[in-house]
């Protein structure tokens, strides 16, 4: 399987909180995706990157930000955490791009109360 | 309208069984379509893209038809471990990715 991790799997947070996830990679791919998991919903993009310090927002963006100073990490912030960001959260990568296909972490479940 | 959408599951069929699932999608811009595995509270996995001649991986079917917009995966002769959660993912030249909402599977002895 490709190296791609998550931390931490799970945690419960309280509401107004900070929280970090990190995601980390072995396989030196360019593209890094962070999404969330929701019943009814799908997967939602949250943010995305392109290359170290080159980032995007996704289609649920709000409340959230990210940072990738190397290429091989790629953090999520909740700046204030809410109730309504309580999901599992998935860390993907891809060689070229969402043409090529996603290889997905084991994903990060965030309770926040 | 949802942009894609899946067949609403359960399906619940016996091991052998031929099973079939469809995928549509509103735009016409889009490029590439895939297929995921998801097994319950673990992370999606590839299971195969689908080409627009179709194709085909050991009991694992995918076709596209872009003239009525949609994609299916066909599993033939049934395994009891094929019981998962398969998500459709439709990408735009763009490289935009959207996910279905998944389809469950169940197959019983």
């Known amino acids: 399987d490709a190296g791609i991790t998550q931390s931490p799997r799970h945690k419960v947070t309280e509401t107004g909180t900070p929280v970090t996830l990190r995601c980390h990679q072995t396989?030196?791919?360019?593209?890094m995706y962070w999404y969330r998991q929701d019943p009814g919903h799908g997967l939602r993009l949250i943010h995305y990157?392109?290359?170290?310090?080159?980032?995007d927002k996704g289609e649920v963006s709000d409340g959230y930000s990210v940072s990738r100073s190397k290429t091989e990490d790629f953090l999520l912030t909740l700046e204030s955490a809410t109730s309504s960001q309580t999901s599992v959260y998935f860390c993907?990568?891809?060689?070229?791009?969402?043409?090529?296909?996603?290889?997905f972490g084991s994903g990060t479940r965030l309770t926040v109360v | 309208r949802k942009e894609v959408e899946q067949d609403p599951g359960p399906f619940n069929v016996p091991e052998g069984a031929t099973v079939a699932f469809n995928c549509t999608y509103s735009?016409?811009?889009?490029?590439?379509f895939f297929w995921y595995r998801q097994d319950c509270r673990k992370e999606p996995k590839l299971l195969m893209s689908?080409?627009?001649s179709g194709n085909e991986d050991g009991r694992f079917t995918a076709q596209l038809n872009r003239a009525s917009q949609y994609i299916s995966l066909l599993i033939r002769d049934s395994k009891l471990s094929d019981s998962a959660t398969y998500l459709c993912?439709?990408?735009?030249?763009?490289?935009?990715?959207?996910f279905g909402d998944g389809t469950t599977l169940t197959v019983k002895p």
């Open positions: 990157s392109y290359g170290v310090k080159d980032t």
């Open positions: 993912v439709v990408n735009t030249n763009a490289g935009k990715s959207t």
């Open positions: 735009n016409s811009a889009s490029q590439s």
């Open positions: 993907a990568i891809s060689e070229s791009g969402a043409g090529g296909g996603y290889t």
């Open positions: 689908v080409y627009s």
């Open positions: 396989e030196n791919h360019r593209y």
